[in-house]
């Protein structure tokens, strides 16, 4: 039972335009969600998070923004550059107890130079 | 500032044969600790979390265990590798009894191959 999904495996974007990454979750409990960023061989890096009492939250280029009703949350990049080439991988989890994380499957984004 | 360290960078073991991992953390006390597993083509799942010393949660039914003999090491073993043990290993914390601090930091991974 994947409680976390990203349905596309693989995105391409051409430097300097918007990208997109999704990410659905099935527990209406999970109150925190965060993005990570992989490249090979590394562990992950955290890049951004949002608070379920929240609907967006912005760093920099990045946005994260939550629907709740839909549970559907999603990352923009803006304006994406090659250095975004990577996987991010989203994560849900609970602000109380172990705060364990709940992985989606990752994204691998291609930023096209 | 907190850094964590996991070692080997990389393991080559054949099936059957023993394992173990380790990571540590400095810089930071009581954190909350947790062992990864990226298997090829998947994404990151949950192994093991633990809260203190000696406190060990497992997430899944597996051939590995894990032990926390001291408050900032972790460590992830096995008896007899399987060939469904490879994988890329991450050992990640976070700051214990702070509510604002969700974020998980990870360690640079171990890349497991078991022929």
């Known amino acids: 039972d994947q409680q976390v999904k990203q349905n596309s495996p693989s995105l391409s974007v051409q430097e300097g335009r918007i990208s997109i990454l999704n990410c659905d979750y099935t527990n209406s409990m999970f109150d925190y969600f965060l993005w990570y960023k992989k490249y090979p061989a590394e562990g992950p890096t955290f890049l951004i998070s949002?608070?379920?009492?929240?609907d967006k939250n912005e760093d920099g280029r990045f946005t994260v923004f939550l629907n709740k009703s839909a549970k559907h949350l999603s990352l923009h990049i803006v304006p994406s550059q090659p250095g975004d080439s990577a996987v991010y991988f989203c994560?849900?989890?609970?602000?109380?107890?172990?705060?364990?994380?709940?992985f989606g499957t990752g994204t691998r984004l291609k930023v096209l130079a | 500032s907190q850094t964590i360290h996991q070692w080997p960078a990389t393991l080559v073991q054949p099936v059957g044969s023993p394992l173990s991992l380790e990571c540590t953390v400095e810089g930071t006390s009581n954190p909350n600790l947790y062992w990864y597993r990226q298997a090829a083509g998947r994404g990151l799942q949950l192994l093991f979390y633990?809260?203190?010393?000696?406190?060990i949660s497992s997430e899944v039914p597996q051939n590995l265990s894990a032990s926390r003999p001291q408050d900032r090491q972790f460590i992830l073993s096995s008896k007899k590798l399987l060939l469904s043990d490879s994988g890329f290993y991450l050992c990640?914390?976070?700051?214990?009894?702070?509510?604002?601090?969700?974020?998980?930091?990870f360690g640079p991974g171990t890349r497991l191959t078991v022929l």
């Open positions: 949002i608070s379920s009492i929240k």
């Open positions: 990640a914390w976070r700051h214990s009894g702070r509510a604002s601090d969700n974020e998980q930091f």
């Open positions: 633990s809260v203190g010393i000696g406190q």
């Open positions: 994560a849900a989890s609970f602000t109380s107890g172990t705060y364990k994380y709940i």
